[in-house]
């Protein structure tokens, strides 16, 4: 059941209608059970799996925190330890299993040995990778003292499975979202007029920015010998454009749903392609990901407390995995790769710059508009590995684009109407420091507005409904 | 630190204070979008603005649209339609229905026909538009469908079928949904339904560089008032222009896979005339010689021709070859203007022949006691 078809909206609907004649404790109890009907659409194998995971984390949660209380720093580990090997064994398991096999088994075979490692054809359950890190978050914080557990599976479980970001997040700290599942909730008008934007901004940026988006990009990546540079080029945009505005939709419609029942999920995305350095860009870029990498790798493995050179070894570690929670594949391992070098590059220039007390800049717009530019054609460049499923393909692409063959000047054209779209959300939010800008908006331009955007919705509708990409992860 | 302090305890007991959406407070929005909506509708209404945007569905492309309008106004002049001409572009440009009216009223028979030959319709997308529209809309008494040998199989085309048979009307068409109906309605009334996708579908033709050609020829040539496209300049012509070279004789086999799945959706489109009381026929509409130049060519068309024949005998319709099984008597180069279309000069004989043959074959049907 995908955010933008029709099955979803009834769902929404009723969902919507059963919570306002709830009391708190019936609303958590419906909502569970809406969320583990969410999730039995995609796959009813794999409740069991995230029910295990809850039941896991939630007594986890409770041993650590007896254990703090007692003062005993051994069975505190051993709670801890059990909530990290369960949860990074299933994901372990089921998502990087066939990859670690299959490529043990390549590099036995380039080695002249001729191995018989098991081949197992796993399915992977939608949205492991999102939840295992939220109840791991969950763990962890009540170990380092951060957190006390929660009193009823009901609330944690609900705080686990809640269907607006179950799937494909924003991963959300316990801290932030369970005081939501275990207090009352007030949903006013307010809410739900930003509920209804943030939803719409979303579906705008899927149906009519992501989707046109992907369906080009996609045939530049499916044969990308029979183009020219110039449209491999634009290529490499779109699929920047559809990646982006498929994942802040989805990002959006989830915030906006959940505002409408009275939830405040974080933002995930701040306009990341206005980014004035590498830094910035992931600053601006699934928050959520990048914020938690950050408070629970980054910062555990000693961050930048300690030497130049562990400060830029845990910045690469850190991307590395970051590539590689995407999926089990070396391109998003050379992904990560890349933006850890990216990363590393520019916090060695940078103390390289403050060491020297260099302080020449070209005049601050000129400046901002060079760096961003920069930023974006190194970010776009990168989507390469993150888009291209082979190294054949890859190899392919990175010749078309080496070739400089000429014509193809026309496929600008989607380029600039695409991005045309997406600046029409992102030009205002940034200028106006405000993600729900158009709700400060007199009433008959906010009404153009949205009609103008029914209209692009109705006129980019595809006929049929393509999955959010980061619904793979 | 940062404590949560989360129990829930006596939350359980505290009044939710959850607050209902009120709708009359925000009524007016709505009602404002919806307003501003249906002024976009009218505005797509007017013709000119129609003109401009891209074309909305392919049951909206000039070729259908046109074709409707035509057998709207022959049926509120003539009260009936006698015979239907169905099939891809080679129908459309290759049998004119005046011609061929004159010339079975040469033979005392007065009767009206109407060509019904839509560009890029394929043997399935045909049955499909015989079923959906063409019966229902003209009720004929006989259905005549050409087909040549290059439909029996795949081909560039191809792409072009697939896109027919998933658009927004002909997908429903082939769904039993319950609310097919209403869906049906919806989109042929409402405009704005049907621009759906119509802004990827035109960024898409830009992917490789330039504008991709439009496929509906019907924007650019004139139609009579029965539905007959009028094909130019000639195959000399075009051939002395240097274009056509990379065109080849068929060497395709006569009966494989493409070919029998092809054969069943004539036979489908047979036996849904029969379930209506409609009489069918097929024909093979003539390509040029040029096709089965190649080698055994003329014992390849030969085993073409039996297999339509074999096709017509085993399901009991009607078939006709004007060629009689040799494909030189279409070897003109001022009568095609590609190798399958003809020009005027061509529909023209291919017409005549084709009046003679359906007007001895079918006398019971082609008398105006019907009206």
């Known amino acids: ?473 | 630190m940062n404590h949560s302090s989360i129990s829930s305890s006596d939350a359980a007991a505290v009044h939710v204070r959850t607050r209902q959406f009120s709708l009359r407070r925000v009524w007016r929005f709505p009602v404002c979008v919806i307003a501003l909506l249906a002024g976009a509708e009218l505005i797509l209404r007017i013709p000119a603005v129609r003109q401009a945007l891209p074309i909305r569905t392919h049951y909206h492309e000039a070729g259908i649209v046109r074709r409707v309008e035509a057998l709207e106004q022959v049926l509120a002049d003539h009260g009936s339609i006698d015979i239907l001409f169905v099939g891809s572009s080679i129908v459309r440009c290759n049998i004119q229905p005046l011609d061929f009216d004159r010339a079975v009223m040469g033979r005392g028979l007065r009767e009206v026909s109407f060509n019904g030959g839509l560009s890029g319709l394929w043997p399935n997308a045909v049955a499909l538009y015989v079923e959906h529209l063409w019966l229902p809309k003209a009720h004929p008494a006989v259905v005549v469908q050409g087909i040549r040998f290059g439909e029996l199989h795949s081909s560039p085309r191809a792409r072009r079928e697939s896109a027919i048979l998933s658009g927004p009307i002909e997908r429903r068409w082939r769904t039993n949904s319950p609310t097919r109906d209403i869906e049906i309605s919806a989109l042929e009334r409402i405009h704005l339904l049907q621009y759906r996708g119509t802004l990827p579908r035109w960024l898409a033709s830009y992917e490789s560089g330039a504008p991709g050609e439009s496929l509906d020829d019907d924007e650019r040539v004139a139609t009579d008032s029965r539905g007959w496209t009028a094909r130019l300049p000639t195959l000399d012509i075009v051939l002395s222009r240097g274009l056509l070279h990379a065109e080849a004789p068929y060497s395709a086999p006569i009966k494989d896979a493409e070919t029998e799945a092809a054969l069943a959706a004539i036979g489908r489109t047979a036996e849904l005339c029969r379930r209506a009381h409609v009489r069918y026929v097929l024909v093979n509409v003539p390509e040029h010689a040029f096709r089965w130049s190649g080698p055994d060519g003329a014992r390849r068309y030969a085993d073409y021709v039996d297999t339509l024949r074999a096709l017509a005998q085993s399901l009991s319709f009607e078939f006709v070859d004007v060629t009689n099984g040799d494909p030189r008597r279409f070897a003109n180069d001022a009568e095609y203007s590609d190798y399958h279309h003809m020009s005027p000069a061509g529909a023209h004989r291919f017409t005549m022949l084709l009046a003679s043959e359906l007007g001895s074959r079918l006398p019971g049907t082609l008398t105006a006691d019907r009206r």
């Open chain 1, 1 to 473: 059941m995908l955010f933008h078809t029709p099955q979803y909206f009834v769902f929404l609907g009723i969902v919507l209608v059963l919570y306002f004649h709830l009391n708190h404790r019936g609303q958590n109890l419906m909502l569970l059970g809406a969320s583990i009907f969410f999730y039995s659409c995609w796959d009813y194998r794999f409740v069991s799996l995230l029910m295990a995971s809850c039941v896991l984390d939630f007594w986890a949660g409770r041993y650590i925190y007896r254990a703090r209380l007692a003062g005993d720093r051994a069975a505190m580990k051993r709670g801890l330890l059990a909530s990290l090997t369960g949860n990074l064994g299933m994901l372990a398991f089921f998502k990087y299993f066939g990859f670690f096999v299959g490529s043990a088994d390549t590099a036995l075979r380039t080695l002249g040995f001729t191995p018989s490692l098991p081949v197992l054809n796993i399915v992977l359950p939608v949205g492991i990778s999102f939840y295992t890190f939220q109840t791991l978050s969950y763990a962890i914080d009540i170990y380092r003292g951060q957190l006390d557990p929660v009193d009823r599976f009901l609330d944690f479980a609900l705080f686990v499975a809640f269907f607006p970001h179950m799937v494909a997040g924003p991963i959300m700290r316990a801290v932030d979202l369970l005081p939501q599942m275990t207090r009352p909730r007030v949903v006013t008008q307010a809410n739900i007029e930003r509920g209804l934007l943030l939803f719409g901004m979303g579906l705008f940026r899927k149906v009519a920015i992501a989707d046109p988006a992907g369906m080009l990009a996609d045939t530049y990546f499916a044969n990308p010998a029979s183009f020219s540079t110039i449209p491999l080029v634009c290529g490499l945009v779109l699929y920047g454009l559809q990646i982006y505005n498929d994942f802040a939709g989805y990002s959006d419609m989830a915030r906006g749903a959940a505002w409408l029942l009275g939830f405040d999920l974080m933002r995930n995305f701040r306009h990341p392609y206005f980014a004035k350095n590498i830094a910035d860009f992931w600053k601006r870029w699934h928050i959520s990901l990048s914020t938690w990498l950050r408070d629970y790798l980054y910062i555990p493995l000693g961050g930048n407390r300690k030497s130049a050179t562990r400060t830029t070894i845990n910045l690469f570690l850190t991307m590395l995995l970051g590539g590689l929670w995407h999926g089990a594949s070396w391109n998003f391992v050379i992904w990560g790769g890349l933006h850890g070098t990216y990363l590393t590059v520019y916090h060695t220039w940078r103390r390289w710059r403050e060491s020297r007390e260099i302080h020449w800049m070209p005049a601050p717009v000129v400046s901002r508009v060079l760096s961003t530019i920069a930023v974006y054609a190194l970010v776009t460049f990168t989507w390469l590995f993150f888009g291209a499923h082979d190294t054949g393909t890859t190899i392919a692409y990175l010749s078309g684009l080496a070739a400089l063959s000429p014509g193809g000047e026309g496929a600008f054209l989607p380029v600039c109407v695409l991005w045309g779209l997406t600046l029409a959300i992102d030009l205002p939010q940034a200028v106006a420091d405000d993600e729900l800008f158009a709700l400060r908006w007199a009433f008959v331009p906010r009404a153009v507005a949205v009609a103008a955007a029914c209209l692009v919705i109705l006129f980019s509708g595809q006929m049929r409904h393509e999955p959010f990409i980061y619904f793979q992860f």
